[in-house]
C-alpha cells in the first residue's frame, strides 16, 4: 500500500493498495486517451503500474470517474474489474461523494441549491439548459456555498446530487457566475488555458474492506486560486 504523495509523470499519487489507485490530475490532461495523442491519467497510470510490478502483458486500471481536460483534482482508479464494479456501484447509488471548488466570476449571492435540466449539446459539445420534459433533459441538481470573495471572483463550494456532462460548468454559468477561464460558457480565458475548478475530495467506501476513504486535494498554487489564500 502506497499513501505518500510521490510523483509520476507530474501525476501525483494519493492513496494506492491492490484494487485502487487515488491521484491529484493535473489540470489540461485528459482522462483517457482520445484521438489527439495527448498523454492521458489511464494510459500514464497504467505505466506506471507495469513499470512498478514489472508487469509484460496488459494491466487493468478502470476509471471510476471523468474530470474534463482542463479540470484537475481528485480521481479513483480501480485495478481491479471487482474493484471497479463495486465502486461504479457506489456511485450509481451516490454513495460516493464528490465536492469540488471553483474560482468563479462574479459576486455570488444566490447560495444553495442550483437546480436545472440539462440537455448535451454533441454538435456544441456542451450542455444547454432547457425546460423540464424536453427530450434528452436530464434533472442537474448541487449545492453551491461562498467561501470568500476577492475582486471581481469568488471561491466557491460545490457538492454535486447528480452527476451530468458539464454539470458543474453549465449551472454556475446559468446562474450568473461562470467558471473562471471557462470560454465555452461565457468567462475569460486563464494564462495557462485551465478552468478554476478542481476536484476537491472524494469519499468512498473501499470496495473489498468497505472501510470510508476520503481524500482531498490542495488547490493550485498559481492565479487566480492565489488570490484566496
Known amino acids: 500500500m502506497t499513501q505518500d504523495g510521490q510523483i509520476y509523470h507530474n501525476i501525483e499519487i ?9 491521484i491529484n490530475k493535473p489540470s489540461n490532461m485528459l482522462s483517457q486517451a482520445d484521438k489527439s495523442g495527448k498523454p492521458d491519467v489511464q494510459s500514464v497510470m497504467k ?25 484537475g483534482g481528485t480521481m479513483v482508479l480501480a485495478r481491479t474489474s471487482k474493484a ?7 456511485i450509481r447509488t451516490r454513495t460516493v461523494k464528490k465536492e469540488y471548488l471553483a474560482v468563479v466570476e462574479g459576486h455570488v449571492v444566490n447560495q444553495g441549491r442550483l437546480v436545472h435540466y440539462l440537455r448535451k449539446n454533441n454538435a456544441r459539445k456542451k450542455a444547454e439548459i432547457c425546460r423540464e420534459g424536453t ?4 434533472k442537474a441538481e448541487l449545492d453551491l456555498t461562498v467561501k470568500q470573495i476577492s475582486g471581481k471572483r469568488s ?3 460545490i457538492r454535486l446530487h447528480t452527476g451530468r456532462f458539464h454539470q458543474i460548468r453549465a449551472q454556475l454559468a446559468a446562474a450568473g457566475y461562470p467558471v473562471a477561464g471557462d470560454r465555452k460558457y461565457g468567462a475569460m480565458p486563464l494564462p495557462d488555458n485551465s478552468l478554476a475548478l478542481i476536484c476537491s475530495s ?27 489564500r
Open 84 to 90: 471497479a464494479s463495486r465502486l461504479s456501484e457506489q
Open 14 to 22: 494519493l492513496f494506492e493498495d491492490n484494487h485502487l489507485l487515488v
Open 202 to 228: 472524494v469519499t468512498f467506501n473501499h470496495p473489498v474492506t468497505k472501510k470510508v476513504m476520503s481524500f482531498k486535494t490542495e488547490t493550485p498554487g498559481e492565479l487566480p486560486w492565489t488570490r484566496f
Open 47 to 71: 505505466t506506471y503500474l507495469k513499470e512498478k510490478y514489472e508487469k509484460p502483458g496488459n494491466v487493468f486500471l478502470a476509471l471510476v470517474q471523468r474530470l474534463d481536460h482542463p479540470v
Open 135 to 138: 427530450p434528452g433533459a436530464q
Open 155 to 157: 471561491l466557491v463550494h
